[in-house]
């Protein structure tokens, strides 16, 4: 619902069609009426059809089929306009889960950073269903672009001034990574959930930061560590 109603407040034009059971229709009737007017199909559906459109029991009762536009490349005269107006972004490295892209997008919409940056790898995880559910609406909040090459990408981020801080399991700084010095813009690079930064990506960073633990695991989920990153650079203070 709340993925739902975010898109509906975002732009409800570019819902297509809307399904929903029984006990959700009580709660949509501005909606419907909205999208009555848009010209839009909406339809009530017994629970067991609604599962076949959503292709999975986890649709909280409503799903709806929209228009979504691929992630655009990004050139480099938007990376020198980012770094002059200090805008902070994320930077994902082979991310291959999409509910990991769902819950890091939700954290960076309450932190209040819009932009995330996915690389071209056709096993990375891209915005779509399970990603939306996840992101509880914070996808609504959060532009999506896209790079062939990661570690090109995080040498251009440095050249035009920002602060590119990778999240590592190991060998990095073991302190909060709180932003650089001057206010200069960061870039957050979190990597792949079994393999972590690839060593070329480690490289093109600016500077490494580990969470430190007990010892007893390796590492954090990738979704919870860049909870922790974003609290420590984000945060207001």
């Known amino acids: 619902m709340a993925a739902v109603q975010a898109r509906f407040k975002k732009d409800a034009s570019t819902i297509l069609r809307l399904y929903f059971d029984e006990a959700t229709s009580r709660k949509i009737g501005l909606m419907c009426k909205a999208l009555a007017g848009l010209r839009k199909i909406y339809r009530c559906v017994e629970p067991v059809e609604l599962e076949k459109i959503a292709g999975t029991v986890h649709h909280g009762g409503i799903v709806a089929v929209v228009t979504n536009s691929p992630a655009r490349d990004i050139t480099e005269s938007e990376i020198g306009q980012w770094a002059k107006r200090k805008e902070p972004l994320v930077v994902f490295d082979r991310i291959g889960n999409a509910h990991n892209l769902g819950a890091i997008a939700r954290t960076m919409a309450f932190f209040g950073v819009a932009r995330l940056v996915i690389d071209g790898d056709p096993a990375a995880a891209r915005p779509g269903d399970a ?60 990597g792949n959930e079994e393999r972590g930064l690839v060593p070329e990506t480690a490289a093109a960073c600016t500077r490494l930061a580990t969470i430190p633990g007990g010892g007893s695991m390796e590492s954090l989920n990738v979704s919870a560590a860049a909870a922790i990153f974003l609290r420590d650079l984000a945060a207001p203070r």
């Not at 090459?149 to 590592?168: K, M």
């Open 131 to 190: 990603a939306y559910r996840v992101a509880e609406g914070g996808l609504e909040f959060v532009e999506v672009r896209a790079v062939r090459e990661i570690p090109a990408f995080l040498r251009a981020l440095a050249e035009a001034g920002f602060d590119v801080i990778g999240a590592a399991t190991r060998g990095g700084r073991a302190a909060a990574p709180r932003a650089a010095p001057g206010g200069n813009p960061w870039a957050l690079v979190l």
